[in-house]
T-cell receptor
Framework: DVKVTQSSRYLVKRTGEKVFLECVQD?????MFWYRQDPGLGLRLIYFSYDVKMKEKGDIPEGYSVSREKKERFSLILESASTNQTSMYLCASSLVAGRPSGANVLTFGAGSRLTVL | DAKTTQPNSMESNEEEPVHLPCNHS???????IHWYRQLPSQGPEYVIH???SNVNNRMASLAIAEDRKSSTLILHRATLRDAAVYYCILWGNAGNMLTFGGGTRLMVKP
């Protein structure tokens, strides 16, 4: 089974701190995604990456950046955390391997709950 | 990406079948229909997906309307462990801007 591992389940940070959320997948997936989940708003896409060093903005990229230096690792960076970034962050990956996008399956990590004080 | 519409919540009795509906009237010809579910305090997990034909796997069945404007996720015998939020999403070839709406919260009564 594919595993998507998020480095921290729970984090508490202070306003203005730089925050790194790490995500690692172990099955050579090409695509990786970062979502945030808030009550009543569903999952919203922040960024996704379709290859090493490649990234695309999602629906809500403001206040976030990402890094994908290696295929298996996709990092979400909050340059200066703010209280409105308190949320559940979910990482996901999908294989691709020459198939149509929708023929793939998303595998999610367990989530990282970030609280910014 | 086309959007989906699902009821906010549904209730079922344990060991009875559950039919979770999803409307996607603006679906395009290359959009796959995916279902995921999210158990409390966990990330979403894949349930099933399909393009045109009905699909079965060990978790569930997916019934796709002939015009593809709606689909139904079928849990054949609901258990308490099936209580979760179920998301229906469309994933097309245009890219990876996947939209997850609010989903359907399924409650299973013993």
């Amino acid at each position: 089974d594919v595993k998507v591992t998020q480095s921290s389940r729970y984090l508490v940070k202070r306003t203005g701190e730089k925050v790194f959320l790490e995500c690692v997948q172990d099955m050579d997936h090409e695509n990786m995604f970062w979502y945030r989940q808030d009550p009543g708003l569903g999952l919203r896409l922040i960024y996704f990456s379709y290859d090493v060093k490649m990234k695309e903005k999602g629906d809500i990229p403001e206040g976030y950046s990402v890094s994908r230096e290696k295929k298996e690792r996709f990092s979400l960076i909050l340059e200066s955390a703010s209280t409105n970034q308190t949320s559940m962050y979910l990482c996901a990956s999908s294989l691709v391997a020459g198939r149509p996008s929708g023929a793939n399956v998303l595998t999610f990590g367990a989530g990282s709950r970030l609280t910014v004080l | 990406d086309a959007k989906t519409t699902q009821p906010n919540s549904m209730e079922s009795n344990e060991e009875e079948p559950v039919h979770l509906p999803c409307n996607h009237s603006t679906i395009s010809g290359t959009d796959y229909i995916h279902w995921y579910r999210q158990l409390p305090s966990q990330g979403p997990e894949y349930v099933i997906h399909g393009l045109t034909s009905n699909v079965n796997n060990r978790m569930a069945s997916l019934a796709i309307a002939e015009d593809r404007k709606s689909s139904t996720l079928i849990l054949h015998r609901a258990t308490l462990r099936d209580a979760a939020v179920y998301y229906c999403i469309l994933w097309g070839n245009a890219g990876n801007m996947l939209t997850f709406g609010g989903g359907t919260r399924l409650m299973v009564k013993p």
